[in-house]
């Protein structure tokens, strides 16, 4: 018993130094992990920058299962680190749950909304990116197919596929889009084989241009693209530099700004945290297209003109693309 | 052998292996082996709150680890305890869902039935056609775990989804189904806090542990599953229906492997989300292997292996430069020594004693 009661104290001890040390902010990464090239990646590169440019360091970690989501996310609120970033739609429910028990850390959700008073959630109109790109991959495709491939069949993704199809469609009316999803588990976000599977399946019903939005499974997805001489395009993180030639270009959605402007406003000192929904859309550049020297001879200044004007269209409202998480349902596919 | 020889020393020998060859892993990466071990084991069973984590995992883990017990006896390999958990899950979700629940006096007989009916159903289809059609029920039980997971995508983003959210699962299940948590035992001085997710399912684990040595050891049923899982053509010769043998030992696997929503669902989530097994079928394979299909080895394994997952999780999160890669590697190690390798161990203890014994090899 003394030997429990010791460690009892030992486990007290760290828990109360932790907790007067100068708060760290942290971050947890969903499942696909850190280094999916796609989205908690670039969760990742806001972290890191943040940490050079300040300096400072920060706590993570990285969630192998379900379960650990609360866990993960309780022992990051107990460690005493400050704010604390959770990268991913699926601590919705637990983020809801877990939050009014911590008041005094602020929290941040990405991909979703929660509505309490210290936390702050960033949403992507990833329907609006994904349009432009859909645009650009109607330009640019000659058979008239295009593909999208998809990590599981979840609400986020159906935005994604919508808005896809939505561009597609402004330019090429007749165009065809298929669309498959890589899977119904969540190792869905992280198979590449299946993902390189399914593109290759795609290319041969004709499809020259594949987009993704599949986390991990997307290097698959973009390998096979370049493989089968199709083009592809990245999604999150800028992935033009993975093939370059073959890749279009990126949907890009700077979570790595959403998490650099989190951890610079929760660790600047003052105790204004800004909570509330924040939408990251075309005007706040949280979304968009890529253009760099892996892609600039894919694309051509036509088609740039082109997609330039809609994304000004849709700031002004003149185009409005549909939003699937709106009303659960896409008209259009 | 002696017999705790058999049951004690051979998983020990086992255990100490494996985390001799973690511990190489860990000293590989620059960290500190023996430091990395009582972060694990402090983190496991060294609080309240590491308790509360490791005894949560460790009911999910008797309920699938009975699971394949059972189906064991009769030499069914069923490894589909990850599809029945998952349906029963649905099952347990539909039930909490259905009614108002005025207390979990009343919702948690339903859910017991509902998350056992549902899993025994999901196991039916595949002992149905090993029964009747000689289909393999290792192929058919694995393939059944992508179907659960298929259905469960669509019902959770196309039917069950609450409407206005983002991520597919259900809306919380009401008040009166929520199972006592282990943070009422701090009225008796037990420091359980409730925020850990261990709660009253772990009391019907451990009395399904003895309703199944009841069945397998003192029961007509168990017999005659033991007997037929020892030599089919006797046991027909006996008077022993294969086809109702086959078909009840997976009913009651599957059933059992339906209950552990009763934990993870019911106990913890309290709504239905995507993938609310977390791999808990199939090591529930690992923690059957170990128990050597005894209910009572199955709890010990168990609780090994909850102190590997909340033992590994501390790790991960105290240890930044051991990765979850490593986490997986280390508890893939301890399945590895424990199930595969189990006769590199078991035979030269054989032969230890035996020599002993005969004074001679």
């Known amino acids: 018993m003394s030997s429990m009661q010791r460690l009892l104290g030992a486990a007290a001890v760290t828990a109360m130094s932790a907790a007067v040390a100068s708060a760290e902010p942290a971050i947890i990464f969903d499942l696909g992990g850190k280094f999916d090239k796609s989205f908690n990646e670039a969760a990742y590169t806001g972290a890191e920058r943040w940490a050079e440019e300040t300096g400072g360091s920060y706590r993570e970690i990285e969630l192998t299962s379900e379960a650990q989501r609360e866990q993960a996310l309780r022992r990051m609120a107990e460690s005493g680190a400050n704010p604390v970033v959770t990268a991913g739609f699926a601590y919705?429910?637990?983020?809801d749950q877990v939050s009014p028990e911590y008041p005094d850390t602020d929290f941040v959700v990405i991909d979703t909304v929660v509505d309490q008073p210290n936390v702050r959630s960033y949403i992507f109109s990833e329907h609006e990116g994904s349009y432009l790109v859909g645009m650009l991959a109607a330009m640019a495709s000659e058979s008239g197919t295009v593909g999208f491939?998809?990590?599981?069949?979840?609400?986020?993704?159906?935005?994604?596929?919508?808005?896809?199809?939505?561009g597609v469609k402004a330019v090429n009316p007749d165009a065809t889009v298929i669309q498959n999803m890589t899977g119904t588990t969540p190792a869905a976000w992280n198979d590449q084989t299946r993902g390189a599977e399914l593109t290759r399946s795609q290319a041969s019903q004709?499809?020259?241009?594949?987009?993704?939005?599949?986390?991990?499974?997307?290097?698959?997805?973009?390998?096979?693209?370049?493989?089968?001489?199709?083009?592809?395009?990245?999604?999150?993180?800028?992935?033009?530099?993975?093939h370059p030639g073959s890749v279009l270009t990126s949907m890009v959605k700077r979570v790595d700004n959403a998490v650099y402007d989190a951890f610079v406003d929760g660790t600047d000192g003052d105790d204004q945290f800004e909570t509330g929904l924040m939408v990251l859309g075309l005007e706040e550049e949280g979304v968009g297209y890529a253009v760099d020297e892996h892609n600039q001879d894919l694309i051509t200044d036509e088609m740039r003109a082109s997609v330039e004007q809609a994304r000004q269209q849709i700031i002004s409202g003149e185009i409005e693309v549909h939003d699937y998480s709106t009303d659960d349902n896409c008209s259009t596919s | 052998m002696p017999r705790w020889a058999d049951v004690a020393l051979v998983p020990l020998i086992n255990l100490v292996l494996a985390f001799l060859v973690s511990g190489l892993v860990v000293l590989y990466i620059g960290e500190n082996p023996i430091e990395a071990l009582v972060i694990m084991i402090r983190?496991?069973?060294?609080?309240?709150?590491?308790?509360?984590?490791t005894l949560f995992y460790a009911t999910n883990f008797i309920f699938t680890g009975l699971a394949v017990a059972v189906a064991f006896h009769a030499r069914?390999?069923?490894?589909?305890?990850?599809?029945?958990?998952?349906?029963?899950?649905?099952?347990?979700?539909?039930?909490?869902?259905?009614?108002?629940?005025?207390?979990?006096?009343?919702?948690?007989?339903?859910?017991?039935?509902?998350?056992?009916?549902?899993?025994?159903?999901?196991?039916?289809?595949?002992?149905?056609?090993?029964?009747?059609?000689?289909?393999?029920?290792?192929?058919?039980?694995?393939?059944?775990?992508?179907?659960?997971?298929?259905l469960l995508v669509y019902l959770l983003v196309d039917v069950l989804k609450a409407p206005g959210q983002m991520s597919p699962e259900t809306a919380r299940f009401p008040e009166g189904a929520t199972l006592p948590n282990a943070g009422v035992l701090a009225a008796i001085g037990l420091p359980f806090r409730p925020s850990t997710p261990l709660n009253l399912a772990f009391l019907l684990a451990i009395l399904c542990c003895w309703l199944v040595w009841l069945l397998i050891w003192r029961t007509r049923l168990g017999y005659q599953i033991r007997a037929f899982g020892h030599s089919e053509p006797a046991a027909v010769y006996a008077g022993i229906s294969p086809f109702?043998?086959?078909?009840?030992?997976?009913?009651?696997?599957?059933?059992?492997?339906?209950?552990?929503?009763?934990?993870?669902?019911?106990?913890?989530?309290?709504?239905?989300v995507l993938d609310s097994v977390q791999g808990a079928g199939f090591i529930g394979i690992a923690v059957a292997l170990m128990g050597r299909s005894h209910p009572l080895g199955v709890f010990l394994a168990a609780i090994l292996f909850g102190i590997l997952y909340q033992g590994g999780a501390e790790l991960e999160f105290e240890m930044p430069a051991v990765s979850r890669e490593m986490i997986v590697v280390i508890q893939a190690l301890v399945i590895l020594f424990t199930g595969a390798l189990d006769n590199m161990v078991r035979l030269p203890v054989e032969r230890f004693y035996l020599h002993r014994r005969t004074g001679h090899l």
Not at chain 1, 92 to 95: A, F, I, P
Not at chain 1, 210 to 232: S, W
Not at chain 2, 43 to 53: E, F, H, I, N, R
Not at chain 2, 246 to 272: D, F, K, P, Q, Y
């Open chain 2, 244 to 272: 109702r043998i086959t078909m009840l030992a997976m009913l009651i696997s599957g059933a059992l492997a339906g209950l552990m929503a009763i934990n993870s669902v019911m106990g913890e989530a309290e709504r239905l």
């Open chain 2, 76 to 150: 069914l390999f069923n490894i589909g305890g990850e599809g029945q958990a998952a349906i029963g899950g649905l099952g347990v979700a539909l039930v909490c869902l259905a009614v108002p629940w005025p207390h979990w006096l009343l919702a948690l007989p339903a859910a017991i039935v509902g998350g056992a009916v549902f899993g025994a159903a999901w196991a039916a289809i595949p002992a149905y056609l090993q029964a009747r059609r000689g289909s393999h029920i290792v192929i058919t039980t694995i393939m059944f775990n992508f179907i659960a997971s298929a």
């Open chain 1, 92 to 95: 919705q429910s637990v983020m």
């Open chain 2, 43 to 53: 983190g496991a069973v060294g609080s309240a709150y590491g308790w509360g984590y």
């Open chain 1, 149 to 166: 491939v998809g990590g599981m069949d979840v609400p986020l993704i159906r935005k994604f596929a919508c808005g896809y199809v939505q």
């Open chain 1, 206 to 242: 004709g499809a020259d241009v594949v987009f993704h939005a599949a986390g991990g499974t997307g290097i698959g997805v973009l390998q096979a693209a370049a493989d089968e001489g199709i083009l592809g395009i990245g999604v999150d993180s800028n992935q033009n530099y993975l």
